[in-house]
């Protein structure tokens, strides 16, 4: 009986025995909190910071939408292919609606809250001038994309251009009617704004050294959309050709009621009209209108046919001017950068007033930076034909282009 008890415990007490002699697991490390594993990998680099105002909404929505979606598309492509100094470029933005008021507070808030290693000015030059002072004294780099004022790169060393200073593009417009046309009886119309005024400023300049007689001169305001009574006054002087300065929405009223009373002089524009807006508002009236601007749409050059291409497939509409010019702002910030080797503003700077020969430009190609900080370039002109801007002609006389500053 006594045995029979002890049997089962002897057999309990070697089943522990053994159970000890058997190696023992290692126990597993004990986890890592997640802050300690998220310091071990490898951090991401900080992103570049670059700022854009543009008006998304108003009057100039459609030029401000097209400013913005082009220079992201631009900063996509540029981190497609790993940024610039290894870190990608980050884009933010704000909705100016062309005010000058809202730009100068942009400016700030770019500058002060985001810290910005740089600006981009996607708006027109009564906003842009407002905001170059602002970046010109916190010492960070701006690029004025399409606003031509002269004043903008007057306002300092940190202020650049990529679009064509309004009184070149004047000038140019004269050698086109003088020139290109051969017409000498020329009638003027000015929207009554820093845009107009300046252009036509560079007009008539170059239309007295052409010998051009003036026989009409009037201006108008921004928004103006009866052009009936100023057309009915062209129709009995009869200049060959009208110089009419002009945003998009205003072109598309002058040139439709133009041809609804039977105008019959050539109507010459600038980069206000290059906008496919102008196209769909005039219509038929489109056809025929030859404009100055810096996209020629048939150039041979790749990176021309491929922006235009890509931002078609992203957008869903034909880029313009004022598009492909915003593009190139982004493009000649993070040259700038990467030649500089640094965001440091002052090598910024002065790496992008040594820029010389660049044909990583939409608008292009850049010969180079005047002291001034204007672009030398060639210029293009567009004519209306079925429905689309087409080349006309190009402009390539360096004393022609070159701007004065």
């Given at each position: 009986?006594?045995?029979?008890?002890?049997?089962?415990?002897?057999?309990?007490?070697?089943?522990?025995?053994?159970?000890?002699?058997?190696?023992?697991?290692?126990?597993?490390?004990?986890?890592?909190?997640?802050?300690?594993?998220?310091?071990?990998?490898?951090?991401?680099?900080?992103?570049?910071?670059?700022?854009?105002?543009?008006?998304?909404?108003?009057?100039?929505?459609?030029?401000?939408?097209?400013?913005?979606?082009?220079?992201?598309?631009?900063?996509?492509?540029?981190?497609?292919?790993?940024?610039?100094?290894?870190?990608?470029?980050?884009?933010?933005?704000?909705?100016?609606?062309?005010?000058?008021?809202?730009?100068?507070?942009?400016?700030?808030?770019?500058?002060?809250?985001?810290?910005?290693?740089?600006?981009?000015?996607?708006?027109?030059?009564?906003?842009?001038?407002?905001?170059?002072?602002?970046?010109?004294?916190?010492?960070v780099v701006m690029i004025s994309a399409y606003a031509i004022h002269p004043s903008i790169t007057q306002t300092g060393d940190k202020i650049f251009r990529?679009?064509?200073?309004?009184?070149?593009?004047?000038?140019?417009?004269?050698?086109?009617?003088?020139?290109?046309?051969?017409?000498?009886?020329?009638?003027?119309?000015?929207?009554?704004?820093?845009?107009?005024?300046?252009?036509?400023?560079?007009?008539?300049?170059?239309?007295?050294?052409?010998?051009?007689?003036?026989?009409?001169?009037?201006?108008?305001?921004?928004g103006e959309t009866d052009f009936r009574p100023i057309i009915g006054r062209l129709k009995e002087i009869g200049p060959e050709s009208v110089y009419a300065?002009?945003?998009?929405?205003?072109?598309?009223?002058?040139?439709?009621?133009?041809?609804?009373?039977?105008?019959?002089?050539?109507?010459?524009?600038?980069?206000?009209?290059?906008?496919?807006?102008?196209?769909?508002?005039?219509?038929?009236?489109?056809?025929?209108?030859?404009?100055?601007t810096d996209l020629n749409r048939d150039s041979e050059r790749a990176i021309v046919q491929q922006f235009l291409t890509l931002y078609r497939e992203r957008?869903?509409?034909?880029?313009?001017?004022?598009?492909?010019?915003?593009?190139?702002?982004?493009?000649?910030?993070?040259?700038?950068?990467?030649?500089?080797?640094?965001?440091?503003?002052?090598?910024?700077?002065?790496?992008?007033?040594?820029?010389?020969?660049?044909?990583?430009?939409?608008?292009?190609?850049?010969?180079?930076?005047?002291?001034?900080?204007?672009?030398?370039?060639?210029?293009?002109?567009?004519?209306?034909?079925?429905?689309?801007?087409?080349?006309?002609?190009?402009?390539?006389?360096?004393?022609?282009?070159?701007?004065?500053?």
């Open positions: 009986m006594r045995r029979s008890i002890l049997f089962p415990v002897f057999l309990a007490l070697l089943a522990l025995v053994l159970a000890a002699c058997q190696p023992v697991a290692p126990a597993p490390p004990p986890a890592q909190p997640a802050d300690e594993e998220a310091a071990e990998a490898p951090s991401a680099p900080e992103p570049i910071k670059i700022g854009i105002f543009a008006p998304t909404t108003g009057f100039a929505a459609a030029d401000g939408t097209s400013a913005l979606q082009a220079a992201q598309l631009a900063v996509e492509l540029i981190n497609q292919e790993g940024g610039v100094l290894g870190r990608p470029l980050e884009l933010i933005h704000y909705d100016d609606a062309a005010a000058p008021d809202q730009a100068a507070a942009i400016a700030r808030k770019l500058i002060e809250q985001d810290q910005v290693v740089a600006g981009i000015s996607g708006s027109y030059s009564g906003a842009t001038r407002a905001a170059a002072p602002v970046f010109q004294e916190a010492g990529v679009g064509t200073l309004a009184t070149v593009q004047g000038r140019v417009g004269a050698e086109l009617i003088g020139n290109v046309l051969g017409h000498r009886r020329v009638a003027i119309l000015t929207i009554d704004n820093d845009f107009g005024q300046s252009l036509t400023d560079g007009f008539k300049q170059h239309a007295e050294e052409l010998g051009l007689e003036i026989v009409f001169e009037e201006k108008y305001p921004l300065t002009a945003y998009y929405a205003e072109a598309a009223k002058l040139v439709s009621q133009a041809k609804d009373e039977g105008l019959e002089a050539q109507i010459v524009g600038q980069e206000g009209y290059d906008s496919p807006k102008f196209i769909e508002l005039a219509g038929p009236a489109a056809e025929g209108v030859i404009i100055t957008y869903g509409v034909d880029a313009d001017m004022v598009g492909a010019s915003a593009f190139d702002a982004v493009q000649v910030l993070a040259y700038g950068m990467e030649t500089a080797g640094s965001t440091d503003s002052e090598a910024v700077a002065q790496a992008i007033q040594n820029l010389r020969e660049f044909e990583q430009a939409v608008t292009g190609p850049f010969w180079y930076y005047t002291p001034g900080r204007e672009l030398a370039r060639p210029i293009s002109s567009q004519i209306v034909r079925d429905g689309a801007f087409r080349f006309f002609h190009e402009f390539t006389d360096e004393e022609l282009v070159r701007p004065d500053q």
